[in-house]
């Protein structure tokens, strides 16, 4: 008697548009995800309040681009948090063996949850550029003046820095597959990092001549100032590999050949 068996290799395989969606779903269909979507909008909405508030009672000029900075200092430190979350979910909600019984394919579900990050990132700088159009605008009436200075430079800038920072956070959550220790991982590197640099160039002549080559966060002034020098672009390069590129091809190279419990 022959042994019964299921025949799949007929199946169609699921399409990567359905995979998007159903990652961009989980991203907020959670309440650590909705609630994080949520304090983003709050707390941008929120700083441009005060923005807008404590410069016109000091009289302080203000213009557009100022704005859309005071946006961007806090959305860099939540898209990273972000970026983390969406590619931990499969570990911290217990969901990797039914995620990858579904979809062999693991490499397709990663880039899937990068796509997601990436286009919740695109939301988080629309929502933070119109905010900042308002306070603008509100920041004008009140003082009779507007500056709207901002230019197709400062945008992409904008926009550029903001994916850095969120891949930022999804490669160090590729590279431990958990939610709490990139995040603390990341706040190390955020802050505690950049005062190690200046400390070792200032004590030590050679470290002062790699410092540059090794701090990404540094290297990313090249975006805003779009410098043109070579030397510039190739420390955003060197030392975006070393906090980008490796943490995230040691990652994925885990989770492609990790046994799924």
Do not use: C
Not at 15 to 33: C, H, I, N, Q, W
């Amino acid at each position: 008697m022959t042994a019964a068996t299921i025949d799949l290799s007929g199946t169609t395989p699921t399409p990567f548009s359905r995979l998007v969606r159903v990652e961009l779903r989980k991203s907020y269909d959670t309440r650590a995800g909705f609630w994080l979507l949520g304090a983003i909008g709050v707390l941008v909405l929120l700083a441009e309040i005060i923005a807008v508030w404590v410069t016109a009672v000091q009289d302080e000029p203000m213009e557009f681009g100022d704005f859309i900075g005071t946006a961007a200092f806090l959305t860099s430190f939540l898209l990273p948090v972000l970026g983390i979350m969406v590619m931990t979910t499969e570990w911290t909600q217990r969901t990797a063996m039914v995620t990858f019984a579904l979809e062999p394919r693991r490499s397709l579900v990663i880039v899937a949850k990068m796509l997601v990050g990436v286009l919740l990132t695109l939301a988080t700088v629309a929502f933070s550029i119109a905010v900042g159009f308002v306070a603008n605008v509100v920041y004008g009436l009140l003082q009779g003046h507007t500056d709207w200075t901002f230019g197709w430079p400062d945008f992409a800038a904008f926009l550029i820095t903001q994916v850095l920072a969120m891949l930022g956070g999804f490669a160090l959550a590729a590279l431990f597959l958990n939610t709490a220790a990139a995040i603390v991982v990341f706040f190390a590197y955020k802050w505690l990092l950049p005062g190690l640099f200046f400390l070792g160039s200032t004590l030590m002549d050679w470290f002062a001549d790699i410092a540059p080559w090794i701090d990404f966060q540094s290297a990313q002034t090249a975006i805003w100032d779009w410098s043109s020098s070579g030397e510039d672009w190739a420390q955003l390069v060197v030392s975006g590999i070393l906090w980008l590129g490796l943490p995230l091809g040691f990652g994925l190279w885990r989770v492609l050949r990790a046994e799924v419990k």
